[in-house]
């Protein structure tokens, strides 16, 4: 929160494990569906009760601030936790907050306007719509199809990753449930257009894309 002091912040990592005092000092968002967030580097956060789909830098380093939220890390098991998670061979919190920690971005007041975007529609028709889902530096694609319809994506010169995020369907010819671990993931080489299919009378496919980051 833009109010916080670097004080409350300390107080609060002194105490990870033991209580959530870390928690109260985080701005609180509603979550809606089809919004996104870019998240930068040494921003603290933690997720909502919603399933989100994240994707992430390769190299993805972190130290936890504070424990699960309600739940209290039995004293035999803090200082193992603490080292293996929270300081991560730093020596304190004090060089916790100085190397891990951005505090301008953290505390600004306008945090949501600079990072949160509804997901834009690109393209939409009988068959259903196509969003973006993620800018700055990463970019995937979502599309809602709606029951019996088909869309065709183009060729990419991009290869890109997809899953099946709800309902039932087909890629090409090959068929998909998110409820089957197996058959949830699929990946589409550079120059190849795919047909997604919706095989469900009642229910929309949801299928989410994501391209190779931009550096």
């Keep these: ?81 603490r080292d293996d998670h929270h300081l991560k061979g730093l020596v304190d919190v004090e060089s916790l907050m100085k190397n891990t920690i951005n505090w301008d971005a953290n505390t600004d007041s306008n945090f949501k306007d600079t990072w949160w975007k509804k997901c834009e529609k690109i393209s939409e028709g009988p068959w259903g719509f196509k969003l973006r889902l993620f800018y700055r530096i990463f970019y995937g694609e979502g599309f809602i199809i709606c029951p019996g319809q088909t869309y065709t994506r183009e060729k990419d010169e991009r290869p890109y990753a997809g899953i099946i995020w709800s309902g039932d369907g087909q890629v090409n010819d090959l068929s998909f449930n998110m409820d089957d671990n197996n058959k949830r993931e699929f990946l589409v080489t550079p120059n190849s257009s795919v047909q997604f299919t919706n095989t469900s009378n009642e229910l929309d496919l949801m299928i989410f894309t994501v391209f190779p980051m931009s550096i």
């Design 1 to 81: 929160k833009p109010s916080t002091t670097k004080s409350e912040f300390l107080n609060a990592l002194n105490k990870f494990g033991i209580c959530d005092d870390m928690y109260s000092l985080l701005n609180e968002y509603p979550i809606n569906p089809l919004e996104t967030w870019f998240v930068e580097e040494r921003i603290v956060h933690a997720p909502g009760p919603w399933p989100t789909f994240e994707i992430q830098r390769p190299q993805d380093d972190y130290n936890l601030l504070a424990w699960q939220l309600g739940q209290e890390v039995p004293t035999s098991d803090l200082e193992s936790l």
